[in-house]
């Protein structure tokens, strides 16, 4: 699943292609998961400037012009892929769209599962990389959860997924298993540092590898999650147990709080 770090890049790159063009064709392939019709969101959007694209949380906003916001969540196995002349018609497509220009990218998919949203409703939980260490302290405190569930839950904060929970506690040295609220301030300021450093290096390293291409999620920026990585960059054996019904990794490195 694609999380921040991803969608960062991914909005940069279709920012840098398609900003202040205007969509010429819909492609509308799978509408299941659409809140609107296809009419409603065809209307919507054909003839439109791309005025923005950002990340939000683990989704990506799509702003045309006129107030007009299409949300895209990727869910477990969503790509984006680039349309052109040597890509027109890629396999599993969800949504295409077609801008001024003769280019433009497409939503695949092959659960189908997806889903664009019209116009959405603002989230109220702080992104990962904008709360405040006072908020996260709060988070925090008011759980009896183990903390990688909190990182995860999207309710809490948003952007943070399976994986880079995973590297964010290596980093922080804190075990996944520790109870949220039992963790010493001085960790909790080590797992906010952690989430910036992690979350941002990433980025700046996706970003590289991307270029302006659209290559899909890179895993090589992983430190310990990964079912092919044996040892820490400390040397320590990773291990994997279920957390949440997702594998996480972690190693004997990591502090457990409880």
Known sequence: MAELPDLTVYAEILSRRFKGKTLKDLDVK?????????????????GKKLTAVSRYGKSLH???????????HLMLRGELVLLNKENPDPKYEILGFMFSGGEGFAVVDLLRQATPTLNPEEA???DALE???????????KSRKMVKEVLMDQKKMRGIGNSYADEILWHARISPFSIANAIPEKAVKKLFSSMDKVLKKAIEEIAKENGDELHGELRDVMKIHGSRIEKSPGGAAVKSEKIGGRTSYYTEEQELYN
Request: glycine share 2%.
């Open 62 to 72: 799509f702003e045309f012009a006129g107030d007009i916001v299409l949300q895209i």
């Open 131 to 141: 709360i405040t260490l006072e908020d996260l302290t709060a988070t925090l405190s």
């Open 30 to 46: 799978v509408s299941k998961k659409l809140n609107v019709s296809v009419k409603e969101l065809e209307s919507a959007l054909l």
């Open 124 to 126: 109220k939980s702080p």
